[in-house]
């Protein structure tokens, strides 16, 4: 994979056009930050696809989409059971079979947009 300067942080309903293109059209925004500023971006999924993994298509929409929802079931599970790491390694497991490869990373579960 190319390295990339975005990681997923989220999915959201489309509530605004998506910054990169400006496609008003959108059933959902992909939260993006930038893996230096940590400035946020929103955006449809196949320029999320393009800004994380450098090409456009319809299975990497597909795979950003869980992925961005992968970080959502993470956020709220270690939110509700902490971040001991039996309890991270179980959330990985569950992120694995559910949406997305997953590992736990100094004491995070972390995805592939965020490994790079």
Known sequence: MASSNYKIKGIISAERPCECCGNKNLEKNVVLEHKETGELMYVGTTCACYL???????????????????HEYIAKWTGVHGTEDHVLQKIADAVRVHYCPAWVVDGRVVTESHLS
């Open 52 to 70: 994380v993994r450098g090409q456009k298509s319809a299975k990497n929409g597909k795979l950003i989409e869980l992925e961005a929802k992968a």
